[in-house]
């Protein structure tokens, strides 16, 4: 089947996931991870990639990111690939790919969920039972969007729109952002999330999804009728 075409929008936001190959892991050690995010930030300030939230799992990596072009994502995840491939290969004196094929992605209707988006992102760790609260685990997005611990794992975060708006300052925004996260994550979110990503689907309601069709010329849901159905995996 042929592949169908992404839509990249430059200023709308897209979630996006990389997967190791087969699952495999693609971090094993505190510096894989440092690897990983220099080479990020790097290559999103020359892409003009604005990312909002990220996590890194032990085998797959998500981020909610605005692109600034229409190359922004690709040239990104291309020169973070290809970086961080040589050096795993080196470090662990292995060969050949790392990635499973292409990147996933969806754009984002970011008024009705992208905080959902964010909190799906940053309790990956949680529902993996990895740790018992968003702020335990170190690489992910939350410290900073919730505590305001930015350093090296966070400092480099641009702040969208949509969080902005939780509050006047930098304290209100933070203490409404961790009230969000007193609520679960409603079943049918999920269940949108994951099958858009996976698909390729717009995430988003029935107008923004005609919006984004007409500017791609492609289909933006799936014909079926209902709520998606649940793909297994974050």
């Known amino acids: 089947m042929a ?11 897209q979630h ?4 190791g190959n087969n699952r495999q892991a693609i971090f094993a050690a505190v510096a894989d991870y440092q690897f990983f995010r220099d080479a990020l930030v790097e290559a999103a300030a020359e892409h003009g990639l ?3 939230a990220y996590v890194w799992m032990t085998n797959h990596v998500h981020l909610l990111a605005t692109p600034g072009f229409e190359h922004s994502i690709g040239k990104v995840l291309q020169s973070v690939g290809r970086r961080y491939v040589q050096y795993f290969n080196r470090t662990y004196q ?5 990635w499973e094929g292409r990147y996933r992605a ?11 988006l964010m ?14 609260t968003p702020q ?13 611990r930015g350093g090296p794992n966070g400092d480099w975060l641009v702040s969208h729109e949509q969080y902005l708006r939780l509050g006047l300052d930098e304290a209100s925004r933070r203490k409404a952002y961790r009230g969000a996260f007193a609520a679960s994550i409603e079943q049918g979110d999920l269940a949108a999330i994951r099958e858009c990503t996976h698909k390729g689907w717009a995430l988003g309601g029935a107008s923004f999804r005609a919006e984004i069709e007409a500017l791609g010329q492609r289909r933006t849901v ?3 009728v209902g709520r998606p159905r649940k793909v297994s995996g974050d």
């Open 94 to 98: 292995r060969s050949g790919t790392l």
């Open 3 to 13: 592949r169908l075409p992404r839509y990249v929008i430059p200023g709308q936001p």
């Open 136 to 148: 335990d685990y170190p690489w992910s997005s939350y410290r900073r969007n919730a505590m305001g």
């Open 106 to 116: 969806t754009v984002v209707d970011s008024e009705p969920y992208l905080l959902t």
């Open 16 to 19: 996006i996931i990389q997967r």
């Open 119 to 132: 909190r799906y992102i940053e309790l990956n760790p949680v529902r993996a039972g990895m740790v018992a």
């Open 222 to 224: 799936s014909k079926g």
């Open 50 to 52: 604005a990312i909002h």
